[in-house]
């Protein structure tokens, strides 16, 4: 049970970090984001991975957190699944982006494409 909780707390970390990863940019893509000199994001990755091995790794927050070692194995499933969420998070996006692009040059041939209709093409 404590071996669960664990591994449920690492999965979830790893997945914000992955989430803000996707959504620092509404039009590149993660490579481009982790590429670029962000100084923010490295400091606040660094952090939060640091933070989560020491909760995994030291007997002393491991009893504070009620957490058991349950080994870095379980760490693979975690990145696994994020990259997973991260690639339908991207391929989503991606999507928006080209209905937007595409909505736009409508727009361009067809005045008549009111404010709302851009409207609900971004939403899509």
């Known amino acids: 049970e404590c071996a669960a909780g664990a591994i449920?707390?690492?999965?979830?970390?790893?997945?914000?970090?992955?989430?803000?990863?996707?959504?620092?940019?509404?039009t590149r893509n993660f490579v481009s984001v982790i590429l670029e000199n962000n100084k923010a994001l490295v400091i606040i990755s660094t952090i939060a991975f640091t933070l989560l091995f020491l909760t995994i790794g030291?007997?002393?927050?491991q009893k504070i957190f009620s957490f058991e070692y349950p080994g870095h194995q379980h760490f693979i499933t975690s990145i696994i699944g994020a990259v997973?969420?991260?690639?339908?998070?991207?391929?989503?996006?991606?999507?928006?982006?080209?209905?937007?692009?595409n909505a736009e040059k409508l727009s361009e041939i067809n005045p008549a494409l009111t404010s709302l209709d851009k409207t609900i093409a971004k939403v899509i």
């Open 8 to 26: 449920a707390f690492s999965s979830l970390i790893v997945g914000n970090v992955f989430l803000i990863l996707t959504s620092l940019s509404d």
């Open 84 to 101: 997973s969420v991260l690639f339908i998070l991207e391929i989503i996006k991606l999507l928006r982006l080209k209905h937007f692009v």
């Open 58 to 61: 030291n007997p002393v927050l």
